[in-house]
DNA sequence: GTCTATAGCAGGATAGAC
DNA sequence: GTCTATCCTGCTATAGAC
């Protein structure tokens, strides 16, 4: 029995896929339901026209996620006796590039978020408002007890180039990593990232406190 | 008089600037002609297809400002008695976010770079070839002398990771970084961040050195 | 070399039968 | 609710006049 619901929930788990792999502009309606396995009508039909559907991609299935990734990262860190800075990196750096969703969903995820960086249209607001800035509030929160003496505006930038590290690697800037490093993208490599990201960052943190001694 | 080579270099500027606002997809050969002031046919008889253009637009356009901002960069080494660390990623950081080129300039170059990364077509290929790949190798062989004991991986993974924050805060991230900063991009936003990058990058490059002390 | 007219195609959306 | 047939728009590319 394929209730409407089936056919609703297909067609946001299709597109999504194939939004994320071509982009919005190289997925035809005609693709996305004859994969889904639904009427060429269908998503003008639920959800009103291509456009709706790819928002409705992002408020039920990229927001949740993030959720999910955002809970995954408070579980890592509860289960650290106290949160260092270096853990509290690593716990980020892991949520994201090794998380609690498969592979291929992982890699969908980043595609898309990646996508909406350079190509923006209102979804990336959703995330912004709904997952984005609160997160990065409360990554903000958490280091700042570690470097009382730094303005809240170098713990916001430092902040930022964590996740700036995170996000190239995991997949902006996979073309240029894979081809002055010489290596693929598996499991192996994935972890060399994590620790380097993990380091280099923790390092990099430094300057909250060292900032001002030097000149 | 408009010579033929006056009508191509026009088509390459409009269309660079078009593509970079707007994206491939997004820009036709109509809005490119009738903003050059040429004919409708002009792309297909000098260029031979709306493709071809764009990638004419790449190796006249943005290869030879790619070697242009490389040039500053060496210049503003050279300026400098002796090349540590601190003053090469600075060199680099200036000569991206600020560099030999004005500032629209500057963001459709950014802005066409960010959109191949994450929607590659054969062009990005032709930067790496003719730029990234070799401008690379230069910064980590500058890089390599002050690190004597660091693997030549961790070396190469430190040099993209200080060109991942220069491409992030310099345009792939400025939606979210303007959200949770609050700031705009203007230059003195612009003289904060460019010493960021330049003290998280220096700091996170302490890890070359002190990796292997702590476990 | 330059231009117009048009061929040829693909896509989103919808009307209306069932 | 589901499906098909079709409309309409916008695009690239090109043929052929000038």
New interface residues.
């Given amino acids: 029995m394929k209730s409407s619901q089936d056919v609703k929930e297909r067609l946001l788990d299709v597109s999504e896929r194939l939004f994320a792999q071509k982009?919005y502009?190289?997925v035809s309606i005609r693709e996305i339901t004859s994969k889904a396995g639904s009427n060429l009508a269908s998503v003008n039909y639920y959800f009103g026209g291509k456009g709706r559907l790819y928002e409705e991609v992002f408020r039920q299935r990229m927001v949740p996620r993030a959720k999910r990734i955002h809970d995954f990262f408070r579980s890592r860190l509860r289960a650290q006796k106290e949160s260092t800075p270096g853990g509290i990196i690593k716990s980020l750096a892991e949520s994201f590039m090794k998380g609690p969703v498969g592979d291929e969903e992982r890699e969908l995820h980043q595609?898309l978020i990646?996508?909406e960086?350079?190509?923006?249209t209102g979804a990336?607001d959703i995330m912004?408002k709904e997952v984005?800035?609160p997160f990065?509030q409360e990554i903000q929160e958490l280091i700042k007890p570690w470097f009382k003496g730094a303005s809240k505006?170098?713990i916001?930038?430092?902040?930022?180039?964590i996740?700036?590290?995170i996000?190239?690697?995991s997949f902006?800037?996979r073309?240029?990593?894979s081809?002055?490093?010489g290596r693929v993208y598996d499991e192996k490599f994935t972890d060399?990232?994590v620790d380097?990201?993990t380091?280099?960052?923790?390092?990099?943190?430094?300057?909250l406190i060292?900032?001002k001694e030097d000149s």
Same sequence: chains 1, 2.
């Fill in positions: 982009g502009d190289h595609q990646a996508r960086h350079t190509n923006p990336l912004l984005i800035y990065a505006e170098d916001t930038l430092c902040t930022l180039s996740t700036a590290l996000i190239y690697f902006i800037g073309i240029p990593v081809a002055v490093t060399l990232l380097h990201i380091r280099f960052s923790l390092y990099g943190l430094n300057y060292k900032g």
